[in-house]
């Protein structure tokens, strides 16, 4: 994803069988706050938000 100039922080915990993720990401300071909307909404529908394997300890 071009927008995305990085990953600042990455948290990653257990929820019974799943695992959850939350990270923050770097974008350009100049990004407009629709622009910004726009690309958080296209990480959430991207494989990034849909994990679906499965994860053992």
Not at 21 to 35: L, Q, S
Not at 40 to 47: D, G, K, W
Request: no cysteine; proline share 4%; hydrophobic share 40%.
């Amino acid at each position: 994803m071009h927008q995305v100039e990085g990953i600042k922080e990455l948290r990653l915990k257990r929820a019974g069988p799943f695992m959850l993720g939350v990270f923050e990401v770097a974008v350009d300071g100049g990004m407009t706050v629709g622009k910004m909307h726009a690309v958080v909404t296209e990480l959430e529908n991207s494989e990034i938000g849909s994990w679906d394997e499965e994860v053992s300890p």
